[in-house]
């Protein structure tokens, strides 16, 4: 038995494992599809909703399995993702086919060459809605608006194909090769001064890329002794040295040790400016004399001589800095740099002062209200109750996967969000329209999380939309499958609706249901009732698929036709 014939053989009791974790009646090509995205994208940090929000499988996929797009790292699955742009912003396409042939074969690649004319011209982009499949016609969508937003500020655009087998990278054919050659020649026809590559990823990456875990043990190089106190340290370090501690093997950002940051990177506004404006000008004076440094939490700290060992690292407020000093230090260099930041290392677990440490920590720059409020009491109780509930709330992004939990065990906010919206609301329009809206105001946040509901009343709305998408993941035929994802949030609606008897319910309505046992049949039969009311509304209206899961009207339709085809008939 040689090496290959034992790789494979891991690879099935790796792919079987993962197979425990998420319910549905996944076919092995559709496992393989979600496996391969997310070690590729392992970096990236994504949620198991997010990876699967990028699967574009399917019926007139054009060779495309997923598709993902970034500026700066920061995935974007909705135009109102992106926020202020910097110049020289970051935007990255993952384009990614999964086949669990043993080779790497020439069609795959074929099949996209076809496709790059379909979803990069952006001038025809609009008539391939029939030609492609709505997934990817949206996704292609999402990232003309982004290309079309970006363009004033000379993005820096890399396309990566990436061709995922359980074959050998060793012994890909010359054919193979020569077809790269084309898609990359096809794609800069659009693209001209963008950076295309394909990356192959065979049974040996796959297993490579598996086993890397992500080190949260890091090393702090300091300038000087410490300051020393009950709460942690107070410390000089040189930017170079801070360079290296925020930094992977392959110079990358450690994103995975932002995940505590209440903000993301918010590129070109005016604190942003000023910080790269003070590392390219003043060099007579030291960096940490204009700057007000970061602040680092960790569970453990030991320092040998000016090595500090921190044990859990998150960087929970300097990410606006952080991201300065990597973008700058990346584009200038090291060599003749000498000056330091400010840092601040909190050492402590308990999570009730973690959430204290980042408020206090965040409010010398305006922020989104919702984004502090993941520290808020009401969201650690409600992250308790679901825990108590066998559920994993994940206020802090990526905490549970980086833990272990069972993907099928975590939820998000943002998912959350979208559920409340659609199910005590009745607004899955609204919760499929703006989903990066939802919580960007005071009122929002408050119209979500209203702390006079009732906590099991949260836990009904997590777990009904957890058990969509595990069905949803089952073969229901063409129609259903092609339209399911779109309307996930309008599934959770009909079947409120249908079990209460009134599609214009109430909350006091909901809290009567909300401890009863999910009707699997009812749900079932809500999702193969839909679709035929989404092709009705299409074609009356002549409006995209994409526009009618949008549609205020359209669930307007909805209440009528769960009146006229479910409660009429029981009353």
Not at 177 to 183: D, G, P, R, S, V
Not at 380 to 386: G, P, S, T
Not at 521 to 545: D, Q, R
Request: charge should be negative.
């Amino acid at each position: 038995m040689n090496n290959n014939s034992n790789d494979q053989i891991l690879l099935d009791a790796i792919l079987d494992d993962y197979k425990q974790t998420i319910t549905g009646d996944l076919k092995p090509s559709q496992m393989f599809e979600i496996f391969t995205a997310d070690q590729i994208l392992k970096e990236n940090n994504l949620s198991f909703e997010e990876i699967e929000e990028g699967i574009v499988d399917g019926g007139l996929d054009g060779g495309i399995d997923s598709f993902y797009l970034f500026t700066d790292g920061e995935l974007i699955e909705d135009i109102d993702d992106l926020e202020a742009i910097r110049r020289n912003v970051k935007v990255e396409i993952w384009i990614i086919q999964s086949k669990t042939t043993r080779s790497f074969e020439a069609t795959p690649i074929d099949k996209i060459i076809v496709t790059v004319d379909q979803i990069f011209n952006f001038e025809n982009l609009e008539s391939m809605e029939k030609i492609i499949n709505n997934r990817l016609f949206q996704k292609s969508l999402l990232f003309k608006e982004v290309y079309k937003k970006t363009a004033s500020k000379f993005p820096d655009l890399n396309i990566r194909f990436c061709y995922a087998s359980r074959g050998s990278t060793q012994n890909i054919h010359e054919n193979v090769q020569a077809k790269e050659a084309i898609l990359i020649q096809k794609t800069k026809q659009y693209f001209r001064n963008a950076k295309v590559d394909l990356f192959y990823y065979g049974i040996s990456e796959l297993l490579e890329l598996h086993r890397k875990e992500k080190p949260y043990t890091l090393t702090l190089k300091l300038s000087e002794n410490p300051i020393v106190a009950k709460e942690g340290y107070l410390a000089l370090v040189k930017l170079t040295d801070y360079f290296d501690f925020i930094v992977d093997e392959k110079k990358e950002l450690r994103k995975y040790i932002f995940d505590l940051n209440v903000r993301d990177y918010q590129g070109a506004v005016e604190v942003n400016k000023d910080i790269e404006k003070s590392l390219q000008n003043d060099h007579q004076i030291n960096f940490w004399a204009l700057n007000n440094g970061v602040t680092i939490l960790a569970d453990k700290g030991s320092a040998i001589a000016k090595d500090l060992t921190l044990e859990n690292v998150q960087i929970v407020n300097g990410l606006q800095s952080s991201t300065s000093i990597y973008n700058y230090l990346k584009e200038y260099g090291l060599e003749s740099e000498n000056r330091s930041i400010l840092v601040k290392i909190i050492i402590k677990d308990d999570p009730e002062v973690i959430d204290k440490v980042i408020k206090a920590s965040n409010f010398q720059t305006p922020i989104a209200i919702s984004s502090l409020k993941a520290t808020d009491i009401f969201q650690r109780e409600l992250e308790e109750y679901f825990k108590k509930n066998d559920l994993f709330y994940d206020r802090r992004k990526g905490y549970y996967k980086n833990t272990g939990k069972s993907p099928d065990k975590i939820i998000s906010i943002p998912f959350l969000a979208q559920s409340i919206i659609s199910i005590i609301h009745r607004e899955p329009d609204f919760a499929r329209a703006r989903p990066s809206s939802l919580l960007k105001k005071e009122s929002d946040y408050q119209k979500v999380f209203n702390k006079k509901t009732p906590l099991p009343v949260y836990l009904f709305c997590g777990k009904l939309m957890m058990e969509i998408q595990s069905l949803l993941r089952n073969d229901y035929g063409d129609k259903v499958n092609a339209l399911k994802l779109n309307f996930k949030f309008h599934i959770a609606f009909i079947y409120v609706a249908i079990v209460i008897k009134n599609s214009k319910y109430h909350l006091s309505d909901i809290i009567k249901i909300m401890n009863q046992p999910i009707n699997i049949e009812l749900l079932n039969k809500s999702i193969n009732w839909f679709p035929e009311k989404v092709y009705e509304f299409h074609e009356t209206y002549k409006i995209s698929i994409d526009a009618v899961a949008k549609s205020g009207q359209f669930k307007e339709f909805l209440e009528q036709s769960i009146n006229i085809d479910f409660i009429s008939i029981s009353v």
